[in-house]
Protein backbone atom coordinates (compact mmCIF):
# COMPACT_ATOMS: atom_id res chain seq x y z
CA UNK A 1 0.00 0.00 0.00
CA UNK A 2 2.45 2.71 -1.10
CA UNK A 3 0.40 6.23 -1.43
CA UNK A 4 2.50 8.56 0.08
CA UNK A 5 5.30 6.93 2.45
CA UNK A 6 7.78 9.05 4.79
CA UNK A 7 10.11 8.44 7.65
CA UNK A 8 7.56 10.05 10.12
CA UNK A 9 10.47 10.99 12.40
CA UNK A 10 11.53 13.83 10.47
CA UNK A 11 7.74 14.95 9.59
CA UNK A 12 5.82 17.64 11.90
CA UNK A 13 4.44 15.82 14.86
CA UNK A 14 0.62 16.53 15.86
CA UNK A 15 0.45 18.29 19.03
CA UNK A 16 0.43 15.20 22.16
CA UNK A 17 -3.13 17.26 23.95
CA UNK A 18 -2.86 17.14 27.84
CA UNK A 19 -4.35 13.62 29.07
CA UNK A 20 -6.34 16.05 31.75
CA UNK A 21 -8.01 18.27 29.61
CA UNK A 22 -9.06 15.69 26.80
CA UNK A 23 -11.37 12.43 26.60
CA UNK A 24 -11.29 10.11 23.10
CA UNK A 25 -14.94 9.87 21.83
CA UNK A 26 -16.57 6.44 22.45
CA UNK A 27 -17.70 4.71 19.50
CA UNK A 28 -21.49 4.46 18.81
CA UNK A 29 -21.50 1.20 15.79
CA UNK A 30 -18.79 -0.60 14.22
CA UNK A 31 -20.88 -2.09 10.85
CA UNK A 32 -18.94 -4.45 8.22
CA UNK A 33 -18.69 -3.43 4.53
CA UNK A 34 -20.18 -5.58 2.09
CA UNK A 35 -18.85 -6.69 -1.07
CA UNK A 36 -20.20 -5.28 -4.44
CA UNK A 37 -19.38 -4.32 -7.93
CA UNK A 38 -19.57 -0.99 -9.57
CA UNK A 39 -19.18 0.31 -13.51
CA UNK A 40 -18.38 -1.97 -15.64
CA UNK A 41 -17.37 -4.96 -12.77
CA UNK A 42 -14.97 -3.75 -10.59
CA UNK A 43 -14.92 -4.82 -7.17
CA UNK A 44 -16.05 -2.25 -4.03
CA UNK A 45 -16.50 -2.64 -0.59
CA UNK A 46 -19.75 -0.30 0.35
CA UNK A 47 -17.86 1.61 3.72
CA UNK A 48 -21.59 3.12 4.46
CA UNK A 49 -23.86 0.56 4.55
CA UNK A 50 -26.42 0.22 7.14
CA UNK A 51 -25.97 3.70 8.63
CA UNK A 52 -28.47 6.29 8.19
CA UNK A 53 -28.22 9.76 7.03
CA UNK A 54 -27.96 11.57 10.68
CA UNK A 55 -25.15 9.33 11.49
CA UNK A 56 -23.13 9.95 8.23
CA UNK A 57 -24.07 13.74 6.90
CA UNK A 58 -22.29 15.85 5.35
CA UNK A 59 -20.93 12.17 3.55
CA UNK A 60 -23.45 10.55 1.03
CA UNK A 61 -21.40 7.17 0.06
CA UNK A 62 -18.04 5.77 0.18
CA UNK A 63 -16.63 2.64 -1.89
CA UNK A 64 -13.49 1.14 -1.27
CA UNK A 65 -12.23 -0.29 -4.95
CA UNK A 66 -10.51 -3.27 -4.83
CA UNK A 67 -7.26 -3.88 -3.70
CA UNK A 68 -7.46 -6.06 -6.51
CA UNK A 69 -4.67 -7.57 -8.46
CA UNK A 70 -6.01 -7.33 -12.41
CA UNK A 71 -4.66 -9.66 -14.87
CA UNK A 72 -3.62 -8.73 -18.44
CA UNK A 73 -7.64 -7.41 -20.46
CA UNK A 74 -8.96 -7.30 -16.62
CA UNK A 75 -9.30 -3.69 -15.47
CA UNK A 76 -12.64 -2.53 -15.65
CA UNK A 77 -13.99 1.25 -14.86
CA UNK A 78 -17.01 3.25 -15.82
CA UNK A 79 -18.93 4.32 -18.36
CA UNK A 80 -20.29 8.28 -18.95
CA UNK A 81 -22.36 9.26 -16.58
CA UNK A 82 -24.00 12.18 -14.70
CA UNK A 83 -23.86 13.71 -11.42
CA UNK A 84 -25.71 16.67 -9.77
CA UNK A 85 -25.41 18.09 -6.31
CA UNK A 86 -22.78 16.66 -4.28
CA UNK A 87 -18.94 15.96 -4.78
CA UNK A 88 -16.63 12.99 -5.80
CA UNK A 89 -13.75 12.53 -3.86
CA UNK A 90 -11.19 9.38 -5.76
CA UNK A 91 -8.40 8.80 -3.95
CA UNK A 92 -6.39 6.26 -5.70
CA UNK A 93 -3.56 4.21 -3.52
CA UNK A 94 -2.34 1.93 -5.72
CA UNK A 95 -2.75 1.43 -9.58
CA UNK A 96 -3.78 4.27 -11.86
CA UNK A 97 -7.43 5.59 -12.80
CA UNK A 98 -7.95 7.92 -15.13
CA UNK A 99 -11.06 10.73 -15.17
CA UNK A 100 -12.49 12.84 -18.11
CA UNK A 101 -15.62 15.24 -17.56
CA UNK A 102 -17.65 17.29 -19.67
CA UNK A 103 -16.54 20.61 -18.05
CA UNK A 104 -12.68 19.95 -19.10
CA UNK A 105 -11.67 18.54 -16.00
CA UNK A 106 -9.90 15.19 -15.50
CA UNK A 107 -6.41 13.32 -16.11
CA UNK A 108 -4.69 10.42 -14.35
CA UNK A 109 -4.71 9.81 -10.68
CA UNK A 110 -1.70 7.36 -9.07
CA UNK A 111 -0.14 6.34 -5.86
CA UNK A 112 -1.52 8.86 -3.69
CA UNK A 113 -3.27 11.48 -6.20
CA UNK A 114 -6.70 13.03 -5.49
CA UNK A 115 -9.35 14.32 -7.85
CA UNK A 116 -12.46 15.99 -6.15
CA UNK A 117 -14.95 17.28 -8.69
CA UNK A 118 -17.82 18.83 -7.92
CA UNK A 119 -20.53 18.23 -10.12
CA UNK A 120 -23.11 21.53 -8.66
CA UNK A 121 -25.34 21.89 -10.90
CA UNK A 122 -24.90 19.07 -13.36
CA UNK A 123 -21.25 17.08 -15.17
CA UNK A 124 -20.84 14.03 -16.50
CA UNK A 125 -18.03 12.15 -16.09
CA UNK A 126 -15.91 8.53 -16.65
CA UNK A 127 -13.27 7.03 -14.46
CA UNK A 128 -11.66 4.25 -16.38
CA UNK A 129 -8.10 2.68 -16.29
CA UNK A 130 -5.81 3.71 -18.99
CA UNK A 131 -5.44 1.29 -22.34
CA UNK A 132 -1.35 0.25 -20.73
CA UNK A 133 -3.20 -0.80 -17.83
CA UNK A 134 -5.62 -2.88 -19.66
CA UNK A 135 -3.05 -4.08 -21.24
CA UNK A 136 -0.72 -5.19 -19.00
CA UNK A 137 -3.10 -5.73 -15.56
CA UNK A 138 -1.84 -4.64 -12.33
CA UNK A 139 -2.89 -3.56 -8.87
CA UNK A 140 -6.09 -1.48 -8.08
CA UNK A 141 -6.49 -0.07 -5.20
CA UNK A 142 -8.10 3.39 -4.24
CA UNK A 143 -11.43 5.32 -2.11
CA UNK A 144 -14.57 7.05 -3.93
CA UNK A 145 -15.93 9.49 -1.33
CA UNK A 146 -19.38 11.07 -2.06
CA UNK A 147 -19.78 14.65 -0.17
CA UNK A 148 -22.76 16.59 0.13
CA UNK A 149 -23.26 20.16 -1.19
CA UNK A 150 -25.49 22.29 1.20
CA UNK A 151 -28.68 23.73 -1.04
CA UNK A 152 -27.01 27.26 -1.11
CA UNK A 153 -24.49 25.45 -3.76
CA UNK A 154 -26.23 22.69 -4.99
CA UNK A 155 -26.27 24.31 -8.36
CA UNK A 156 -22.63 25.90 -8.46
CA UNK A 157 -20.84 25.39 -11.68
CA UNK A 158 -18.72 22.17 -11.84
CA UNK A 159 -15.53 22.57 -10.20
CA UNK A 160 -12.48 19.92 -10.50
CA UNK A 161 -9.69 19.76 -7.93
CA UNK A 162 -6.47 18.10 -9.26
CA UNK A 163 -4.47 17.08 -6.04
CA UNK A 164 -1.07 15.42 -6.74
CA UNK A 165 0.33 12.96 -3.93
CA UNK A 166 3.19 15.77 -2.92
CA UNK A 167 0.77 17.72 -1.94
CA UNK A 168 -0.66 16.12 0.66
CA UNK A 169 0.29 17.57 4.25
CA UNK A 170 2.31 14.63 6.08
CA UNK A 171 1.98 14.64 9.93
CA UNK A 172 3.56 12.44 12.59
CA UNK A 173 1.73 11.06 15.29
CA UNK A 174 2.80 12.69 18.36
CA UNK A 175 4.99 9.25 19.63
CA UNK A 176 6.23 8.87 15.93
CA UNK A 177 3.85 5.70 15.08
CA UNK A 178 1.46 7.09 12.81
CA UNK A 179 1.90 8.71 9.29
CA UNK A 180 -0.92 11.14 8.64
CA UNK A 181 -1.51 11.90 5.08
CA UNK A 182 -4.33 14.61 5.34
CA UNK A 183 -6.04 15.32 2.21
CA UNK A 184 -8.46 17.66 3.64
CA UNK A 185 -9.53 20.01 6.74
CA UNK A 186 -7.47 21.27 9.64
CA UNK A 187 -5.84 19.03 12.34
CA UNK A 188 -3.75 20.82 15.33
CA UNK A 189 -3.40 23.80 13.05
CA UNK A 190 -1.77 21.69 9.98
CA UNK A 191 -4.39 22.42 7.01
CA UNK A 192 -5.16 19.70 4.14
CA UNK A 193 -4.91 20.86 0.27
CA UNK A 194 -8.47 20.06 -0.64
CA UNK A 195 -10.94 22.87 -0.82
CA UNK A 196 -14.57 21.83 0.70
CA UNK A 197 -17.87 23.79 0.23
CA UNK A 198 -18.96 22.05 3.76
CA UNK A 199 -16.36 21.72 6.66
CA UNK A 200 -14.74 18.23 6.42
CA UNK A 201 -11.34 16.60 7.46
CA UNK A 202 -10.26 13.80 5.32
CA UNK A 203 -6.95 11.95 6.16
CA UNK A 204 -5.12 8.81 5.43
CA UNK A 205 -3.54 6.94 8.30
CA UNK A 206 -0.88 4.26 8.41
CA UNK A 207 -0.66 3.11 12.07
CA UNK A 208 2.83 0.63 13.15
CA UNK A 209 1.58 -2.54 15.11
CA UNK A 210 1.17 -1.65 18.83
CA UNK A 211 1.10 2.18 18.07
CA UNK A 212 -1.70 4.60 18.37
CA UNK A 213 -3.08 7.88 16.62
CA UNK A 214 -4.94 10.62 18.65
CA UNK A 215 -6.25 13.68 17.01
CA UNK A 216 -8.02 16.37 18.22
CA UNK A 217 -11.31 16.97 16.64
CA UNK A 218 -13.97 19.72 16.39
CA UNK A 219 -16.86 19.46 18.26
CA UNK A 220 -18.96 20.38 15.72
CA UNK A 221 -17.97 17.47 13.34
CA UNK A 222 -19.23 13.50 13.43
CA UNK A 223 -16.12 11.02 13.30
CA UNK A 224 -15.85 8.23 10.92
CA UNK A 225 -13.02 5.77 10.97
CA UNK A 226 -12.59 2.74 7.91
CA UNK A 227 -10.35 0.38 7.76
CA UNK A 228 -8.88 -0.12 4.55
CA UNK A 229 -6.53 -2.61 5.81
CA UNK A 230 -4.88 -4.43 9.03
CA UNK A 231 -6.48 -4.81 12.45
CA UNK A 232 -6.74 -2.76 16.09
CA UNK A 233 -9.21 -0.56 17.75
CA UNK A 234 -11.33 2.58 17.88
CA UNK A 235 -12.40 5.23 20.33
CA UNK A 236 -12.10 5.18 24.22
CA UNK A 237 -13.56 1.94 25.01
CA UNK A 238 -11.36 0.15 22.49
CA UNK A 239 -13.71 -1.48 20.11
CA UNK A 240 -12.15 -4.07 17.60
CA UNK A 241 -11.94 -3.05 14.29
CA UNK A 242 -10.48 -4.62 11.25
CA UNK A 243 -10.33 -4.41 7.35
CA UNK A 244 -13.42 -3.38 5.20
CA UNK A 245 -15.23 -2.51 8.83
CA UNK A 246 -16.58 1.44 9.69
CA UNK A 247 -16.25 2.55 13.40
CA UNK A 248 -18.97 5.88 13.62
CA UNK A 249 -17.90 7.67 16.83
CA UNK A 250 -20.32 9.25 19.09
CA UNK A 251 -21.07 12.71 17.89
CA UNK A 252 -19.28 15.83 19.57
CA UNK A 253 -21.00 18.05 21.91
CA UNK A 254 -20.77 21.07 19.25
CA UNK A 255 -23.68 18.62 17.60
CA UNK A 256 -25.46 18.81 20.17
CA UNK A 257 -26.44 14.93 19.50
CA UNK A 258 -23.77 13.77 21.95
CA UNK A 259 -23.62 11.84 25.39
CA UNK A 260 -24.62 13.99 28.21
CA UNK A 261 -21.32 16.19 29.24
CA UNK A 262 -20.13 16.45 25.60
CA UNK A 263 -18.62 13.19 24.07
CA UNK A 264 -14.91 13.82 24.16
CA UNK A 265 -12.62 16.27 21.94
CA UNK A 266 -10.15 13.62 20.36
CA UNK A 267 -10.35 10.45 18.15
CA UNK A 268 -8.08 7.80 18.73
CA UNK A 269 -7.62 4.66 16.81
CA UNK A 270 -5.07 2.12 17.67
CA UNK A 271 -3.19 -0.99 15.56
CA UNK A 272 -3.01 -4.34 17.20
CA UNK A 273 0.49 -5.69 18.12
CA UNK A 274 -0.18 -8.88 16.07
CA UNK A 275 -0.60 -8.01 12.34
CA UNK A 276 -1.32 -10.83 8.66
CA UNK A 277 1.60 -10.36 6.42
CA UNK A 278 0.03 -9.03 3.96
CA UNK A 279 -1.46 -5.89 6.07
CA UNK A 280 1.99 -5.23 8.39
CA UNK A 281 0.25 -1.92 9.28
CA UNK A 282 -3.57 -0.75 10.19
CA UNK A 283 -4.27 1.51 7.64
CA UNK A 284 -7.43 3.67 8.14
CA UNK A 285 -9.73 6.41 6.92
CA UNK A 286 -10.65 9.36 9.20
CA UNK A 287 -13.11 11.23 8.14
CA UNK A 288 -15.73 14.06 9.47
CA UNK A 289 -17.44 17.13 8.85
CA UNK A 290 -20.14 19.60 9.86
CA UNK A 291 -23.93 18.01 9.07
CA UNK A 292 -25.54 20.19 6.61
CA UNK A 293 -28.97 19.40 8.13
CA UNK A 294 -30.77 19.57 5.01
CA UNK A 295 -33.35 17.21 3.33
CA UNK A 296 -31.69 14.76 1.50
CA UNK A 297 -33.37 13.23 -2.11
CA UNK A 298 -30.71 11.06 -3.60
CA UNK A 299 -31.58 8.51 -6.61
CA UNK A 300 -28.50 7.14 -8.65
CA UNK A 301 -26.45 9.99 -9.76
CA UNK A 302 -28.12 12.98 -8.14
CA UNK A 303 -28.32 13.76 -4.65
CA UNK A 304 -30.59 16.99 -4.24
CA UNK A 305 -33.74 18.36 -1.82
CA UNK A 306 -36.62 17.57 -3.15
CA UNK A 307 -38.31 15.24 -4.81
CA UNK A 308 -39.33 17.86 -7.43
CA UNK A 309 -34.97 18.54 -8.03
CA UNK A 310 -34.45 14.74 -8.84
CA UNK A 311 -36.82 14.74 -11.26
CA UNK A 312 -36.19 18.25 -12.56
CA UNK A 313 -32.45 16.62 -12.82
CA UNK A 314 -33.70 13.27 -15.19
CA UNK A 315 -34.90 15.74 -17.31
CA UNK A 316 -32.19 18.28 -17.81
CA UNK A 317 -30.17 14.98 -18.07
CA UNK A 318 -32.40 13.71 -20.93
CA UNK A 319 -32.67 16.48 -22.89
CA UNK A 320 -28.68 17.15 -22.84
CA UNK A 321 -28.25 19.87 -20.49
CA UNK A 322 -26.11 18.24 -17.94
CA UNK A 323 -22.97 18.47 -20.61
CA UNK A 324 -21.91 16.44 -23.94
CA UNK A 325 -20.08 13.67 -23.87
CA UNK A 326 -16.67 15.17 -26.03
CA UNK A 327 -16.44 14.23 -29.26
CA UNK A 328 -14.63 10.96 -30.58
CA UNK A 329 -15.00 9.37 -26.92
Known amino acids: MPAVV ?8 IARADPATVTDRPVRSVTTAPAGF ?5 PVRRAFAG ?5 LDPFLHMDQMGEVDYGPGEPRGT ?3 PHRGFETVTYMIDGTFRHQDSNGGGGLITNGDTQWMTAGGGILHIEAPPEELVV ?15 RANKWNPPRYQDLRAGETVLLSSGDGGALVRLIAGNVGGHVGPGSTFTPITLIHATVSPGAQLVLPWRNDFNALAYVLAGRGSAGAEHRPIGTGQLAA ?20 VAADERQDSHAPNLDVLILGGRPIGEPVAHYGPFVMNTRAELLQAFEDYQAGRLGVVPTGR
Open 79 to 81: SWH
Open 51 to 55: LDMTT
Open 249 to 268: FVPGPGLGLGAPGGSGTTVR
Open 6 to 13: ADTLTLPR
Open 38 to 42: EGEGF
Open 136 to 150: TGGLFHGVQLWVNLP
